[in-house]
T-cell receptor, first 111, second 113 residues
């Protein structure tokens, strides 16, 4: 069975902290994605990766960075968390131009 | 930039009625159009998808139609049930062939018993 997991379901951090969100998939997918989901704005792409060590900016990359050292793992980093980064973060993976499989999401609150 | 517009943003129907959600896309090279359902507190899950060489696809009570000339595609749910209540997202691939999807803003469907 397909599986995408995320390191935390809920996270509370303080302004200025460095935050790591981790995503792991067990399907040997080459593509991995990080989205941010806010009410009324749908799913907005932050960064994606189509191969190990390869990354491309999505629509809203400001304030975020990513790391993909291994094929199964894709990390999202908030270098200095701010209150406007309070959101639901969803990771996904896919093979080619096909279905993206989503993780359960991490609800991040920045105080 | 490329985008996907989705309408309506909210939709309320009586149980047993049909529901239709419409999306338009801007990238004429888009070739894959999935629809996701997201129940409250859960992850988005694929319910149906269609590729650009097909005009219509059905799966039980769900169907998707694609008009490539007009660059729009629609989700049709017949005989709606309360468990169909959720947020539905349409999406389209970009021509870059990286698997990247552009999502619509979402439609909140409420099916009243």
């Amino acid at each position: 069975d397909v599986k995408v997991t995320q390191s935390s379901r809920y996270l509370v951090k303080r302004t200025g902290e460095k935050v790591f969100l981790e995503c792991v998939q067990d399907m040997d997918h080459e593509n991995m994605f990080w989205y941010r989901q806010d009410p009324g704005l749908g799913l907005r792409l932050i960064y994606f990766s189509y191969d190990v060590k390869m990354k491309e900016k999505g629509d809203i990359p400001e304030g975020y960075s990513v790391s993909r050292e291994k094929k199964e793992r894709f990390s999202l980093i908030l270098e200095s968390a701010s209150t406007n980064q309070t959101s639901m973060y969803l990771c996904a993976s896919s093979f080619g131009d096909s279905e993206q499989f989503f993780g359960p999401g991490t609800r991040l609150t920045v105080l | 930039g490329e985008n996907v517009e989705q309408h309506p943003s909210t939709l309320s129907v009586q149980e047993g009625d049909s529901a239709v959600i419409k999306c338009t896309y801007s990238d004429s090279a888009s070739n894959y159009f999935p629809w996701y359902k997201q129940e409250l507190g859960k992850r988005p899950q694929l319910i149906i998808d269609i590729r650009s060489n097909v005009g219509e696809k059905k799966d039980q009570r769900i169907a998707v139609t694609l008009n490539k000339t007009a660059k729009h595609f629609s989700l049709h749910i017949t005989e709606t049930q309360p468990e169909d209540s959720a947020v539905y997202f349409c999406a389209a691939t970009l021509s870059s062939n990286t698997g990247k999807l552009i999502f619509g803003q979402g439609t909140t469907l409420q099916v009243k018993p």
